[in-house]
Nanobody
């Protein structure tokens, strides 16, 4: 069982940066692949970034490559998403997710646990 709580969302202008945090609890966290997804109004939830349980491999959606960075601290039970050069199209609710397999967590069905989400709004 893994419990996830996101924080760090907010309202920013285009070009700004934000860092999202995901606080995790549960015995299996440090062995879980972690990911960030986002969902904009009237759109499906989409993959943003993933990281292996060791932190040695990452994967990004093409739309965020070069702007977003996912990282984790197993010692602190935390996962982060550093978002730079934000664009209005990044506006969405961002969700932290955990799953047993890194290769599978690139789609929502590959996640077993979800946080409640944090709103990110980027104004033009």
């Amino acid at each position: 069982q893994v419990q996830l709580v996101e924080s760090g969302g907010g309202l920013v202008q285009a070009g700004a940066s934000l860092r999202l945090s995901c606080a995790a609890s549960g015995r299996t966290f440090r062995f879980s692949a972690m990911a960030w997804f986002r969902q904009a109004p009237e759109k499906e939830r989409e993959f943003v970034a993933a990281i292996t349980w060791t932190g040695d491999s990452t994967n990004y959606a093409d739309s965020v490559k070069g702007r977003f960075t996912i990282s984790r601290s197993n010692a602190e039970n935390m996962v982060y998403l550093q978002m730079n050069s934000l664009k209005p199209e990044d506006t969405a609710v961002y969700y932290c997710a955990a799953g047993p397999r890194y290769e599978a967590i690139v789609v929502p069905g590959g996640a077993m646990y979800w946080g409640q989400g944090t709103q990110v709004t980027v104004s033009s």
